[in-house]
């Protein structure tokens, strides 16, 4: 299901509208949410920090965690910590994160990956029909490709071939 909001009673939001009083972003790229989650790499970030909310961690047990780089890690890091979602602690000389409870925002997000959790497996299993289509229609489109080149490899040699016989013949 896709949801094209254009009215009120359509919107998703609980004042029918897509941005508070004030707001002047419009577009999808512009948007708080968009922004927060906009890579994947921030986004593994996020759900690790939220999943171990107690530990304090640090960035190579977050990057493995997370299954990303560390230079992934250290890329969203300031974003994180400036936008105060996760707060940085220097534990005997090594530094370690954790994710900021008090931060509202944090609160939010929290909430919103534990009711998301409850649809984990719905989610999963149609993330997971997306990409075998997906797959499915790649390997179509390499076996077409494959078929086509053949077809045209046989033609080029087909003409090479009349071409050297009037050759011959001329």
């Not at 690790?48 to 780089?69: F, H, K, P």
């Not at 000389?93 to 919103?112: D, I, P």
């Not at 997971?128 to 033609?155: D, F, H, M, P, W």
């Amino acid at each position: 299901m896709r949801y094209n909001s254009t009215t009120a009673e359509d919107s998703l939001t609980p004042d029918g509208g897509d941005e508070k009083p004030g707001m002047s972003w419009r577009f999808s790229e512009s948007s708080p949410f968009v922004q927060l989650l906009e890579n994947p790499g921030r986004a593994k970030i996020l759900d690790t920090l939220i999943r171990r909310n107690a530990s304090r961690l640090t960035a190579e047990q977050i990057a493995t965690q997370a299954n990303i780089s560390r230079s992934t890690f250290s890329r969203n890091k300031d974003f994180l910590l400036d936008l105060e979602i996760m707060t940085e602690y220097d534990e005997a000389g090594t530094t370690r994160y954790q994710v900021n409870k008090q931060n509202e925002v944090v609160q939010l997000l929290a909430e919103f990956h534990r009711e998301l959790s409850d649809h984990a497996d719905e989610i999963l299993e149609r993330a997971g029909e997306s990409r075998l289509n997906t797959v499915e229609k790649a390997l179509k489109l390499s076996q077409e490709t494959k078929e086509k080149s053949a077809t045209q490899k046989t033609q080029d040699e087909e003409q090479i071939s009349k071409f050297l016989a009037g050759e011959q013949n001329g």
